[in-house]
């Protein structure tokens, strides 16, 4: 398969193993890996990715890869760590291992000023390049920006952070002391806010932003450090295997001997602060013997020192020192801070026990008086003040007022307890804010223009047993992983899309439902736990119950017992809460959430603290001693949310890292040892993946990293040119200098207001502008005859477009007129005809009175009289047409008045008759009546063709109601039918949601069970695998090393559990055969060799549906901006795309029996689509001869080169896999051809003797064209 190219297959510990595609299944592929021959498994064909040919290259940017996938990522970065090389960049974005030892000569002065100024990606990989990147883009975009380093604890995220603060006060500093104090304050920060844990021996458990800030000529003029929710419980208890802060020890092993005899330090066994974890030491062998015996503790005597190349307590205690004094701390407030220090120590061996009175209260057991008296010494506190405070709690009556009675309530020992470390705390977290606004005071500035703030908070975690802190961490984490996809993810693709690039849209997993299940109003955990706070008897039971009651079908949410790990399933339901975040589950034990979350003390604590005769003791409590509240004062605990305050505190963080641009870099822990050299690629992949890098290689494969705008380009490079050219619009300027520079057009891409870059081409477009002014006047030679071209094409465009646009108005004014005139006179018509008939008929009855007057004229008795009737009747229809000239009169009315004076003129007529006795008289009233009836006559034959005209127009409207009834008869059917394909598309997008929505499960469970995997394996404890879930386990995912049965074991249930598997077998089980385990080569066999009609046509359909799935997954993952592989027009592909189509129906025996042979052709691009998609790299015409539903022989005839012919079985892999109905070509017109005219074409290529040697060679498949030849040369 594949030609054997090597792909990347699953493997449970190393991420990915290399092997061969030896089958392909129904959704599997079968793998041989490169190492085992011989031996096989299954691997499902998304989790398959091919490998470069070779695998020992590595590059600086892995968008630089010929595959860009997550298989690559992980040996590109495996690659280079072997080398120890340990910086790789994804477009923009750095990938930081942690190596765990010093790499030499990596952050030298000189490696500093190297990166100055060098634009990404011409230098290697480097933190600099990130941290000059960030200065460079500050000073051009005149903005702040935020560089973001994330990752686990003991990714190195620390040691990142710090060698940026050191590049940008190196290199862009102003040479005075301030650019030392900045670098200078690190080490104090971190030996009041590091500790040792399982999985970091120098693990931040404190979050800072450090701001730098820059004047108007770029230079440092000060800084500020934000510091986020110190971790107060460690201050206590630790685990067995970590230590508390580093400045505990640090004193005990550095102090000198005058500052431990005043402040009675010893070694740390001899401390309950310390204790209760490891109380050994960090040193290497000579410092080791630096450091007094009698300081060490029994543990670090047997086992020896702790080891850590960065760490060293004797050695960081005198360096911390000296960077005191550098960053301005005198000898007076060093010895404060060691003071309180000692106090905190002193205070943790206080011990209480019941007093055996019958107040229930305790005392002070008497091997605390010491510890005791050391303490109120060291903190300025009367000894006995201090017994009382922490035995007893003082409240004060309300009846009274406010001078109301003073009661002291005795505490039980317990109580005690937890006002004794309930104090230290408070005390220590008072000192760490007052060590962190003292630094904040050695870097002042006056004023600032913009500030580069590097943000280091831990990392995601998670343990065996989490409680407040490592919720608040984690909440953290997913509010920046969140800003990562807006910033990289959503917003790019939104920039894309707003630009109008046509970048294919990449799905990430948006982690919103899980803020909102912390952070909401009411219902969230944060205000739920506020609540139970607020509570007269708050408990943490109550508070887990609630959590659980309010969000109990939340997917993000689950109880204890559905945990992985055996350790969490004894929890009961109200201890605890497991919250399945971006990077995997974790489990919450809820024991003391209330108390941790509470940051009060009660008021004689703190009046006790604040009254210190100490000055530095009671200034650390003066402002809160100022914010006291009435509650307080009488004694009752007042609340102060822990949870509220640091929700708060990132919310204006994010507001900030929102308002400047961002660079970020993702810090990887290699392996859980914390040892060099050692790569664990399964849990390194799942940190990638978790980090987003995954997401963004995707969104790179078609994405633009690098951009700017064209205004930007244009006054970059305008020095470069001569005016002649700079007068040009910047797009037009950025269009013709990238055509003179000869920049391949696959490399960029104009937006409507940005230029866009593939990735690492932005530096490149950059050297060739600087390094090359020599050939400045070729280059404007060039741009020259590009724009003369460019404009010359323009003006012919347009003089088309003018004659076109010239003769398309005339056309349409003269139509415009015809339509109005035409429109106009009908509507006048239908308005006046009634009207005009109507003076038409008055007028001829008004010429007839002119013969009226003559018979009048001729009488000789009456004639005053008749004339008389005569003029009246002249009157009448006068006023009857003067009346229809001048009103709007209906037919009916003036047929009623025209018969009236119809009427009259026949009475007077009568009357004339009467009277006229001579014959001449006599006959000329004859003729009057006979032109009275010819009249009549006329009027009747005009009144029956008016009621046969309006006779007619009835019956034309009644056809074009007709008409238009079935013209909406057949709009409502073709809605109908919109309507069926809505709801149909409708069902098949929620289908497709739904199966986005169980991978997206699928995927979370996934990272769940490589995070419990982890815990595992970090914390000892083991996995019940009496329930063993293969669709949670990963092969990528680690674990316990399994032998390549065992995986493929695995591999086949995780498969067979898959949600596309099972359809495949819903549809098997309709069918007579289920060939879902059938071999690739089997299916092949059967079908060239099967004389089982039913068999025959069920193997085709199955053996063409796989070639499908495996040119999906070819297509999926094919090199990096190759083109797609074409086996057909793509007027067929998209057809396919456009109009799936279901399966075949199981009758096949009917399809196959009576088999078409049916012959098409078609060209590669319509002559009207050259231009539409001038990148299509076939042309000319394809020819397909379609044996019933499948194709049998293939051609392609091209005008550059030699015909291609394919026949079946041969080049099943070369020829299109769709079924006749799936390419619509029975639908295309003109398509489909003569048998004649496809042999002929065939016969003239050289077909014959091509499938001749295909059947010698026994490698064609039985078919219409092979029976055929057979018969031919029989």
């Known amino acids: 398969m594949e030609d054997g190219k090597p792909v990347w297959a699953p493997h449970p510990t190393d991420g990915f193993q290399l092997g061969n595609i030896i089958d392909i299944g129904p959704d599997s592929l079968t793998i041989e890996p490169v190492n085992q021959k011989g031996k096989t498994f299954l691997a499902p064909i998304n989790q398959v990715f091919p490998a470069d040919e070779d695998v020992s290259r590595h590059v600086e940017d892995n968008c630089s890869l010929m595959y860009l996938n997550e298989a690559t990522l992980l040996h590109n970065v495996k690659v280079r760590y072997s080398k120890d090389i340990i910086y790789t960049y994804v477009a923009n974005i750095l990938i930081a291992v942690n190596p765990y030892f010093d790499i030499p000569k990596l952050y030298t002065s000189d490696t500093i000023k190297k990166y100055q100024g060098r634009s990404l990606g011409t230098l290697p990989p480097h933190v600099f390049a990130v941290a000059d990147k960030a200065f460079r883009d500050m000073k051009v975009h005149r903005m702040s920006q935020s560089i973001i380093v994330s990752g686990e604890s003991g990714a190195g995220k620390t040691e990142n952070t710090k060698f940026v603060l050191r590049y940008l006060t190196e290199s862009y500093g102003s040479g005075q002391d301030i650019d030392e104090r900045i670098v200078e304050a690190n080490p104090l920060l971190e030996a009041f806010g590091n500790a040792k844990t399982v999985r970091n021996n120098n693990s931040s458990r404190f979050g800072k932003f450090v701001e730098i800030h820059f004047n108007e000529k770029n230079s440092v003029v000060g800084g500020f450090v934000s510091h986020y929710l110190l971790e107060k419980s460690r201050i206590c208890v630790q685990g067995k295997d970590e230590r508390n802060y580093h400045i505990f020890y640090r004193l005990c092993a550095g102090a000198s001997e005058d500052i431990r005899q005043k402040f009675h330090l010893n070694s740390p066994d001899s401390f309950r602060y310390l204790n209760r974890g490891c109380t050994r030491f960090f040193s290497n062998k000579e410092t080791d013997k630096q450091i007094l015996q009698n300081r060490k503790s029994p543990e670090h005597l047997k086992t020896g020192a702790l080891k850590d190349p960065l760490l060293d307590d004797h050695g960081d205690f005198n360096r911390m020192c000296a960077a005191m004094k550098k960053i301005g701390l005198n000898d007076t407030e060093k010895l404060d801070l060691f003071r309180v220090v000692a106090g905190v120590l002193h205070l943790g061996n206080i011990d209480f026990e019941e007093s055996g009175n019958t107040s229930g209260?305790?005392?002070?057991?008497?091997?605390?008086?010491?510890?005791?008296?050391?303490?109120?010494?060291?903190?300025?506190?009367?000894?006995?003040?201090?017994?009382?405070?922490?035995?007893?709690?003082?409240?004060?009556?309300?009846?009274?007022?406010?001078?109301?009675?003073?009661?002291?309530?005795?505490?039980?020992v317990e109580q005690a307890n937890n006002a004794r470390d309930a104090l230290a705390k408070a005390v220590?977290?008072?000192?760490?804010?007052?060590?962190?606004?003292?630094?904040?005071?050695?870097?002042?500035?006056?004023?600032?223009?913009?500030?580069?703030?590097?943000?280091?908070?831990?990392?995601?975690?998670?343990?065996?047993?989490?409680?407040?802190?490592?919720?608040?961490?984690?909440?953290?984490?997913?509010?920046?992983?969140?800003?990562?996809?807006?910033?990289?993810?959503?917003?790019?693709?939104?920039?894309?899309?707003?630009?109008?690039?046509?970048?294919?849209?990449?799905?990430?997993?948006?982690?919103?439902?899980?803020?909102?299940?912390?952070?909401?109003?009411?219902?969230?955990?944060?205000?739920?736990?506020?609540?139970?706070?607020?509570?007269?008897?708050?408990?943490?039971?109550?508070?887990?119950?609630?959590?659980?009651?309010?969000?109990?079908?939340?997917?993000?949410?689950?109880?204890?017992?559905?945990?992985?790990?055996?350790?969490?399933?004894?929890?009961?339901?109200?201890?605890?809460?497991?919250?399945?975040?971006?990077?995997?589950?974790?489990?919450?034990?809820?024991?003391?959430?209330?108390?941790?979350?509470?940051?009060?003390?009660?008021?004689?604590?703190?009046?006790?603290?604040?009254?210190?005769?100490?000055?530095?003791?009671?200034?650390?409590?003066?402002?809160?001693?100022?914010?006291?509240?009435?509650?307080?004062?009488?004694?009752?605990?007042?609340?102060?949310?822990?949870?509220?305050?640091?929700?708060?505190?990132?919310?204006?963080?994010?507001?900030?890292?929102?308002?400047?641009?961002?660079?970020?870099?993702r810090c990887v822990k290699p392996n859980l040892k914390m040892t060099s050299h050692q790569f664990e690629g399964a849990q390194i992949l799942s940190q990638l993946q978790c980090s987003g890098m995954v997401s963004v290689l995707d969104l790179m494969q078609g994405g633009f990293p690098s951009r700017a705008p064209f205004h930007e380009l244009y006054n970059m490079y305008k020095k470069y040119m001569p005016s002649k050219l700079t007068r040009l619009d910047p797009r037009l300027f950025c269009k013709a200098l990238f055509k003179a520079l000869g920049l391949d057009e696959n490399d960029f891409k104009f937006g409507l207001t940005k230029v866009f870059f593939r990735p690492g081409k932005f530096a490149e477009f950059d050297q060739i502008m600087k390094s090359d002014p020599e050939h400045l006047a070729e280059l404007i030679k060039k741009v020259n005859h590009w724009l003369i071209c460019?404009?010359?094409?323009?003006?012919?465009?347009?003089?088309?477009?003018?004659?076109?646009?010239?003769?398309?108005?005339?056309?349409?004014?003269?139509?415009?007129?015809?339509?109005?005139?035409?429109?106009?006179?009908?509507?006048?018509?239908?308005?006046?005809?009634?009207?005009?008939?109507?003076?038409?008929?008055?007028?001829?009855?008004?010429?007839?009175?002119?013969?009226?007057?003559?018979?009048?004229?001729?009488?000789?008795?009456?004639?005053?009289?008749?004339?008389?009737?005569?003029?009246?009747?002249?009157?009448?229809?006068?006023?009857?047409?003067?009346?229809?000239?001048?009103?709007?009169?209906?037919?009916?009315?003036?047929?009623?008045?025209?018969?009236?004076?119809?009427?009259?003129s026949e009475a007077l007529l009568t009357a004339l008759q009467k009277r006229k006795k001579q014959e001449e008289e006599a006959e000329r009233l004859r003729?009057?009546?006979?032109?009275?009836?010819?009249?009549?006559?006329?009027?009747?034959?005009?009144?029956?063709?008016?009621?046969?005209?309006?006779?007619?127009?009835?019956?034309?409207?009644?056809?074009?109601?007709?008409?238009?009834?079935?013209?909406?008869?057949?709009?409502?059917?073709?809605?109908?039918?919109?309507?069926?394909?809505?709801?149909?598309?409708?069902?098949?997008?929620?289908?497709?949601?739904?199966?986005?929505?169980?991978?997206?499960?699928?995927?979370?469970?996934?990272?769940?069970?490589?995070?419990?995997?982890?815990?595992?394996?970090?914390?000892?404890?083991?996995?019940?695998?009496?329930?063993?879930?293969?669709?949670?386990?990963?092969?990528?995912?680690?674990?316990?090393?399994?032998?390549?049965?065992?995986?493929?074991?695995?591999?086949?249930?995780?498969?067979?559990?898959?949600?596309?598997?099972?359809?495949?077998?819903?549809?098997?089980?309709?069918?007579?055969?289920?060939?879902?385990?059938?071999?690739?080569?089997?299916?092949?066999?059967?079908?060239?060799?099967?004389?089982?009609?039913?068999?025959?046509?069920?193997?085709?359909?199955?053996?063409?549906?796989?070639?499908?799935?495996?040119?999906?997954?070819?297509?999926?993952?094919?090199?990096?901006?190759?083109?797609?592989?074409?086996?057909?027009?793509?007027?067929?592909?998209?057809?396919?795309?456009?109009?799936?189509?279901?399966?075949?129906?199981?009758?096949?025996?009917?399809?196959?029996?009576?088999?078409?042979?049916?012959?098409?052709?078609?060209?590669?691009?319509?002559?009207?689509?050259?231009?539409?998609?001038?990148?299509?790299?076939?042309?000319?015409?394809?020819?397909?001869?379609?044996?019933?539903?499948?194709?049998?022989?293939?051609?392609?005839?091209?005008?550059?080169?030699?015909?291609?012919?394919?026949?079946?079985?041969?080049?099943?892999?070369?020829?299109?896999?769709?079924?006749?109905?799936?390419?619509?070509?029975?639908?295309?017109?003109?398509?489909?051809?003569?048998?004649?005219?496809?042999?002929?074409?065939?016969?003239?290529?050289?077909?014959?003797?091509?499938?001749?040697?295909?059947?010698?060679?026994?490698?064609?498949?039985?078919?219409?064209?092979?029976?055929?030849?057979?018969?031919?040369?029989?």
């Open 361 to 412: 209260g305790c005392i002070l057991k008497n091997k605390s008086s010491e510890a005791l008296r050391n303490c109120a010494e060291l903190l300025g506190l009367d000894e006995e003040d201090l017994r009382v405070s922490l035995t007893t709690r003082v409240m004060l009556t309300t009846a009274g007022g406010a001078k109301g009675t003073v009661i002291k309530v005795p505490l039980k």
């Open 790 to 904: 460019s404009r010359w094409k323009k003006v012919q465009w347009c003089a088309l477009s003018v004659i076109k646009l010239k003769n398309k108005i005339k056309y349409r004014a003269g139509a415009c007129i015809k339509m109005q005139k035409t429109v106009r006179m009908w509507l006048c018509k239908k308005k006046h005809k009634p009207r005009i008939d109507g003076l038409v008929k008055v007028a001829t009855l008004k010429k007839r009175l002119v013969k009226f007057n003559e018979v009048v004229n001729a009488l000789k008795e009456g004639k005053p009289e008749m004339s008389k009737q005569v003029k009246e009747l002249e009157t009448s229809i006068d006023a009857l047409m003067s009346k229809i000239k001048n009103t709007i009169m209906t037919r009916q009315q003036i047929d009623r008045e025209y018969d009236q004076l119809v009427k009259s």
């Open 927 to 1274: 003729r009057i009546q006979e032109e009275m009836d010819r009249e009549r006559k006329r009027l009747e034959e005009e009144e029956r063709r008016r009621k046969q005209e309006e006779e007619e127009r009835r019956l034309k409207a009644e056809m074009e109601l007709k008409r238009k009834q079935e013209e909406e008869e057949r709009k409502r059917r073709e809605e109908e039918e919109r309507r069926l394909q809505l709801e149909m598309e409708a069902q098949l997008l929620q289908e497709r949601e739904e199966e986005v929505q169980r991978q997206a499960v699928f995927e979370q469970e996934r990272r769940d069970r490589e995070l419990a995997m982890r815990i595992a394996q970090s914390e000892a404890e083991l996995i019940n695998e009496e329930q063993p879930d293969a669709t949670l386990r990963r092969a990528g995912g680690p674990g316990p090393k399994m032998t390549m049965e065992q995986m493929a074991k695995e591999m086949t249930d995780l498969l067979a559990r898959g949600p596309q598997v099972q359809a495949t077998k819903a549809v098997a089980g309709t069918k007579k055969y289920d060939l879902s385990k059938w071999k690739y080569a089997e299916l092949r066999d059967a079908i060239n060799t099967s004389c089982d009609i039913e068999l025959l046509a069920a193997c085709r359909e199955e053996f063409h549906r796989r070639l499908k799935v495996y040119h999906a997954w070819k297509s999926k993952n094919k090199k990096r901006n190759a083109e797609t592989e074409q086996r057909a027009p793509k007027s067929v592909t998209d057809y396919a795309e456009q109009n799936p189509v279901s399966q075949l129906p199981v009758s096949h025996h009917e399809i196959e029996a009576n088999r078409q042979q049916r012959y098409f052709r078609i060209p590669f691009i319509r002559p009207v689509d050259q231009y539409k998609d001038p990148q299509n790299k076939k042309k000319g015409w394809w020819y397909a001869h379609f044996d019933g539903p499948w194709i049998a022989r293939q051609m392609e005839l091209h005008p550059d080169k030699p015909p291609i012919l394919l026949v079946a079985g041969k080049d099943d892999m070369e020829m299109c896999e769709l079924s006749l109905e799936e390419t619509g070509l029975t639908r295309k017109r003109g398509a489909e051809i003569l048998p004649r005219q496809y042999e002929e074409v065939w016969e003239r290529c050289g077909g014959i003797q091509y499938l001749r040697s295909a059947i010698e060679n026994k490698q064609a498949r039985p078919t219409y064209a092979t029976a055929m030849l057979q018969s031919l040369l029989k």
């Open 428 to 665: 220590y977290s008072r000192l760490f804010d007052h060590v962190v606004n003292r630094v904040n005071q050695c870097f002042p500035f006056e004023s600032s223009s913009f500030f580069i703030g590097v943000l280091d908070i831990a990392g995601f975690e998670y343990f065996e047993h989490n409680s407040f802190e490592q919720f608040c961490i984690n909440y953290c984490n997913e509010k920046l992983q969140q800003f990562f996809n807006e910033r990289i993810l959503k917003e790019e693709q939104e920039l894309y899309q707003k630009e109008g690039l046509g970048v294919n849209e990449v799905h990430y997993v948006d982690n919103q439902d899980c803020i909102d299940l912390i952070e909401s109003k009411l219902v969230g955990i944060l205000d739920i736990l506020d609540e139970e706070n607020r509570l007269p008897q708050p408990s943490d039971q109550h508070f887990a119950s609630a959590v659980h009651q309010k969000h109990k079908d939340h997917f993000r949410l689950t109880i204890p017992r559905k945990s992985k790990l055996t350790v969490h399933r004894n929890l009961r339901d109200d201890e605890g809460f497991i919250i399945r975040h971006f990077a995997g589950a974790v489990c919450y034990e809820t024991t003391k959430f209330v108390e941790k979350n509470n940051d009060a003390l009660h008021m004689s604590l703190e009046s006790l603290v604040s009254e210190s005769k100490d000055r530095f003791v009671s200034q650390l409590f003066e402002t809160t001693n100022n914010n006291r509240d009435h509650k307080q004062k009488t004694g009752k605990l007042s609340f102060i949310s822990v949870g509220n305050k640091f929700k708060t505190q990132l919310n204006l963080l994010l507001e900030k890292l929102r308002s400047t641009g961002s660079s970020f870099i």
